[in-house]
Nanobody, 114 residues
Framework: QVQLVESGGGLVQPGGSLRLSCAAS????????MGWYRQAPGKQRELVAA???????NYADSVKGRFTISRDNAKNTVYLQMNSLKPEDTAVYYC????????WGQGTQVTVSS
C-alpha cells in the first residue's frame, strides 16, 4: 500500500506561482513513477506532469514551459512548481503513484482568479 499526501493548493492570481507537494509513504520501494493530474469541473482528469524513478519527465502541452516537476528522493516527495498560472489551470490537482497499481492522493484545489 502507498499513501499520498498533497499540500500547497490554494488561490492565486493570474500570472502568479504555486508549488504543490506530494509525500509518499508505505510501500515506497514499489513506486517507479509519480505524477500530477488535474480535473476541472465538467472535464476528464488529465495528466499534467510525471517523473519516473530514473528521473525522466513528461508534461502536458498546455503546461510545458510553465510547470516543472521535480523530486526529493530522500523525502519520497514530488513537487510541481507552477509558474505563470492561468485561469484555465484552475482544477483539483491529484498526486499519482505507480506501484504495480495506481495510487491517488485526495486532491488539492488550485484556483487561479483575480
Amino acid at each position: 500500500q502507498v499513501q499520498l499526501v498533497e499540500s500547497g493548493g490554494g488561490l492565486v492570481q493570474p500570472g502568479g506561482s504555486l508549488r504543490l507537494s506530494c509525500a509518499a509513504s508505505g510501500s515506497i520501494f514499489s513506486i517507479y513513477a509519480m505524477g500530477w493530474y488535474r480535473q476541472a469541473p465538467g472535464k476528464q482528469r488529465e495528466l499534467v506532469a510525471a517523473i519516473t524513478s530514473g528521473g525522466s519527465t513528461n508534461y502536458a502541452d498546455s503546461v510545458k514551459g510553465r510547470f516543472t516537476i521535480s523530486r526529493d528522493n530522500a523525502k519520497n516527495t514530488v513537487y510541481l512548481q507552477m509558474n505563470s498560472l492561468k485561469p484555465e489551470d484552475t482544477a483539483v490537482y491529484y498526486c499519482n503513484a505507480e506501484a504495480g497499481s495506481d495510487y491517488w492522493g485526495q486532491g488539492t484545489q488550485v484556483t487561479v482568479s483575480s
